[in-house]
């Protein structure tokens, strides 16, 4: 999926780090991701799900909280309060660059910090919470008990959460055990998806029906049966997220049309950044950009590269094809093709191509097959050059599509 870079303040003004995770066509809506307890945003479950949810349409935010991670600030004296804010504050930079967070998704004690921000987030229409506590204080359990009392006596302390050595003050203890998740599940007015392992050794089953009574109508229930807390199996992250989606499906706009395009290929801009593209080419979307350096976001295939695409596609096919015919034991082909301009030439535009061609043909037959990378019917175009009829003003007519059809 394409991915970038999207880093934004806090409410203190530090630096927070995320990634975008964008769907391959036009984003349905988009989702802010909240990681659980010290987990940071590359948590596996974390990018599975993000990037799962991407493929079903569905762009994410995930993002390191205040301290954690690659974002600034001092995760031991910040709280649960702050990472509610840290939420909001990722759902405001989000909404600045014209993608405002509809569906909020947290895993552990994030599922409980995005049921405590759905409330400041009116452009929210769904909260889905993966493994959460009832009682947010639920995460201490982690600390070492003689650590813990050190913390609350002197003020801060040295914690290991997970292996992780942590410097952790009282206020972070203190701000934990103040929270009272119930009174926001009464106010949420949201829909509200739990999901929850009854083998979750972490956070037992009690939290979630803590959770599910508490919460009012419309909520729903999926059961992550067999998973770990952390979701460490693939498998698990991937059945999180496809429930996600599918339930998330009656809340989120309307996605785009799928109807068949009169053209062969289609280009919009999506208004993020400054070039990045929905494109349509067939029945596929994905997305069209500029690199970084270039003034794009670095989040698809340029133009060129599109253009160096269809000659390496064409090529592998035509000798493919031209193999079948010879009856030949071709296994697999390969191709790469590189662009680039010779300044002051004639032709400027040069391409050059490298094909790898697997399975028990001999010499004669591999350089044959080499010969007729030559005769692709895209290599071809691009050797004897293109005419080009006027560009029209307009979408223009819809062509008769039952040709079309039958060749996409």
């Given at each position: 999926m394409p991915t970038r870079p999207f880093d934004f303040p806090n409410a203190t003004g530090e630096r927070l780090s995320g990634r975008l995770e964008y769907p391959v066509g036009p984003a349905r809506a988009w989702a802010l991701f909240a990681h659980c307890f010290t987990c940071g945003k590359d948590n596996k479950a974390a990018v599975r799900i993000s990037r799962r949810l991407a493929g079903a349409g569905i762009g994410v935010l995930r993002f390191d909280f205040t301290g954690l991670g690659r974002s600034e600030g001092e995760f031991g004296a910040s709280g649960f309060a702050h990472n509610v804010k840290d939420l909001v504050a990722a759902a405001e930079a989000m909404a600045a660059e014209g993608m405002p967070p509809m569906l909020l998704v947290g895993h552990s004690l994030g599922g409980a910090a995005v049921i405590a921000a759905a409330g400041s987030l009116p452009d929210v229409r769904g909260v889905a919470a993966i493994a959460a506590p009832?009682?947010?204080?639920?995460?201490?359990?982690?600390?070492?008990?003689?650590?813990?009392?050190?913390?609350?006596?002197?003020?801060?302390?040295?914690?290991?959460?997970?292996?992780?050595?942590?410097?952790?003050?009282?206020?972070?203890?203190?701000?934990?055990?103040?929270?009272?998740?119930?009174?926001?599940?009464?106010?949420?007015?949201?829909?509200?998806?739990?999901?929850?392992?009854?083998?979750?050794?972490?956070?037992?089953?009690?939290?979630?029906?803590?959770?599910?009574?508490?919460?009012?109508?419309?909520?729903?229930?999926?059961?992550?049966?067999?998973?770990?807390?952390?979701?460490?199996?693939a498998h698990d992250a991937d059945f999180a997220a496809d429930m996600i989606a599918a339930w998330a499906r009656r809340y989120l706009p309307e996605p785009l049309s799928t109807a068949l395009s009169p053209f062969d290929a289609e280009a919009e801009e999506t208004g993020l950044g400054k070039f990045q593209l929905a494109m349509r080419a067939g029945k596929a979307s994905f997305i069209?950009?500029?690199?970084?350096?270039?003034?794009?976001?670095?989040?698809?295939?340029t133009p060129f590269n599109l253009l160096s695409?269809?000659?390496?596609?064409?090529?592998?096919?035509?000798?493919?094809?031209?193999?079948?015919?010879?009856?030949?034991?071709?296994?697999?082909?390969?191709?790469g093709v590189?662009?680039?301009?010779?300044?002051?030439?004639?032709?400027?535009?040069?391409?050059?191509?490298?094909?790898?061609?697997?399975?028990?043909?001999?010499?004669?037959?591999?350089?044959?097959?080499?010969?007729?990378?030559?005769?692709?019917?895209?290599?071809?175009?691009?050797?004897?050059?293109?005419?080009?009829?006027?560009?029209?003003?307009?979408?223009?007519?819809?062509?008769d599509m039952s040709a079309r059809s039958e060749l996409s």
């Open positions: 009832f009682e947010v204080d639920h995460v201490l359990n982690q600390f070492d008990p003689d650590a813990l009392a050190r913390v609350e006596l002197e003020g801060q302390g040295m914690v290991s959460i997970g292996g992780r050595p942590f410097a952790v003050g009282r206020e972070l203890v203190q701000n934990l055990r103040e929270q009272e998740l119930g009174a926001h599940l009464a106010t949420l007015r949201r829909p509200l998806l739990l999901l929850h392992s009854p083998v979750d050794q972490t956070v037992g089953m009690d939290n979630v029906t803590s959770l599910y009574l508490a919460a009012k109508h419309p909520k729903s229930y999926v059961s992550l049966d067999g998973a770990d807390h952390l979701l460490t199996n069209a950009d500029e690199p970084e350096q270039l003034g794009g976001l670095g989040s698809g295939p695409a269809a000659l390496a596609a064409c090529t592998t096919m035509t000798l493919r094809l031209y193999a079948g015919r010879k009856g030949w034991p071709v296994e697999r082909i390969r191709t590189r662009h680039r301009k010779e300044a002051g030439a004639d032709v400027p535009d040069v391409f050059s191509r490298s094909v790898e061609i697997e399975g028990p043909i001999d010499e004669a037959q591999y350089a044959e097959l080499i010969g007729v990378a030559d005769r692709c019917p895209v290599h071809r175009t691009l050797n004897a050059g293109s005419r080009f009829d006027p560009t029209e003003a307009g979408w223009g007519a819809d062509e």
